[in-house]
């Protein structure tokens, strides 16, 4: 950190940190990728500093989101491709959704990629009244990021733990010395601190050493928990050099939490409300047009007849199974697993509490064309 829980200095040195970023600063993957996986994690360990997070996904959900990649047996790096059928998604899987929720806000509408299965899925009424409500949720909520991302001044990285103390207002003050664009802070400047958390300057003042800025600005405003001024002058010596503390003074940047916060937004662009399709719906979704024979019969109508038709098909994999078996696969581990005699199949977890997905018969080819046949 550099002054007060800041940039992280160049390995190579401990004396020139660097200078804050500053406009246009764009809603980049980076970005996005950083303020989903910070939003997720809130949801996944609720605090009593974010109480009125609107985001409806289940901590567990947001948890496998934010898992890192399951077996180290068989990794699966981010290659940037969208194809959306090739089998086993990247981990963690929280940067595919940031860069498909990144190109739904830019294209002001819920996309449904070119040539993917999911875009070959034929939509009934519903569904397209949906949609036409997921867009409307991407044009407001994502012109609301849209906009706060454009009006920020400037763009800074702090590290733990003085960042949750920036969010939980507990530090009010960033303590800096007065070198670069640091020197164009003024009350009111938007400040970006780790691509996810938006502060507001409320007034900048200038001292001749850290020493001094502690005395005044007080230690539990600047470095909560740190015990001494002495202590916290040598935080920044990590970052300064006393030389050139000396010659260029210090900046207190006094900050304020603004209400809306880009997190905000992305918790209610992803609480989409109104769908009570079960797992095993939507996993029927997925296959009723993967068998040109037509197995798994016709998946429309209102979503409790979708729930029925999937709950039909279940039974009747369970009533016809002529093969069942508990195995290892990546990455859900022990599945238990049936199949009937054409070879259509289910799997859930090993306890069978778990439903996972339906299966297709199994071919050589089965994998390179999306299990259609």
């Not at 806000?105 to 999911?118: D, E, K, L, N, W």
């Not at 798994?296 to 038709?309: C, F, M, Q, T």
């Not at 005699?341 to 069978?352: I, N, V």
Request: glycine share 8%.
């Amino acid at each position: 950190m550099e002054g007060g829980g800041t940039v992280v200095a160049p390995p190579e040195t401990t004396g020139s940190p660097p200078s804050p970023g500053v406009p246009p600063i764009d809603l980049s993957d980076d970005h996005m990728e950083e303020l989903l996986r910070f939003t997720l994690s809130l949801a996944a360990s609720p605090t009593a500093d974010d109480p009125h997070l609107a985001l409806s996904l289940s901590p567990d959900y947001c948890s496998r989101l934010l898992q890192p990649e399951p077996s180290p047996l068989s990794p699966l790096p981010l290659d940037g491709s969208e194809n959306t059928c090739g089998g086993a998604p990247p981990y963690p899987l929280y940067k595919r959704l940031a860069r498909a929720i990144r190109r739904c806000i830019h294209s002001r509408s819920f996309s449904r990629s070119a040539g993917s299965v999911v875009a070959s899925i034929p939509l009934d009424e519903s569904v397209k009244m949906k949609e036409s409500d997921w867009d409307a949720l991407i044009l407001d909520k994502g012109s609301e990021l849209l906009s706060m991302f454009n009006a920020v001044d400037f763009e800074l990285h702090v590290q733990e733990p003085f960042f949750s103390q920036l969010r939980a207002c507990l530090k009010t003050v960033e303590g800096r010395c007065a070198v670069g664009n640091y020197n164009r802070m003024v009350p009111g400047s938007l400040i970006l601190f780790n691509k996810c958390l938006l502060l507001e300057v409320q007034h900048v003042n200038r001292y001749s050493s850290f020493s001094e800025m502690l005395q005044a600005e007080t230690l539990a405003k600047v470095l909560p928990g740190v015990a001494t001024i002495d202590d916290g002058v040598q935080i920044y010596r990590k970052f300064y050099t006393e030389e050139k503390e000396m010659s260029n003074g210090v900046l207190a940047i006094s900050v304020s939490k603004p209400t809306t916060q880009p997190y905000d937004s992305l918790a209610k662009l992803l609480s989409v409300e109104g769908c009570s399709l079960t797992d095993a719906a939507r996993a029927l979704s997925k296959h009723v047009n993967r068998s040109s024979s037509g197995w798994w019969g016709v998946l429309s109508g209102s979503e409790s007849n979708k729930n029925r038709l999937a709950l039909e098909a279940v039974n009747h994999l369970l009533n016809n199974c002529c093969w069942m078996n508990v195995h290892l696969i990546q990455p859900h581990g022990p599945v238990f697993e049936i199949r009937v005699p054409e070879g259509f199949g289910a799997r859930w977890s090993k306890d069978g509490l778990k439903f996972i997905g339906f299966l297709e018969p199994y071919t050589e080819e089965g994998f390179s064309k999306g299990w259609k046949h």
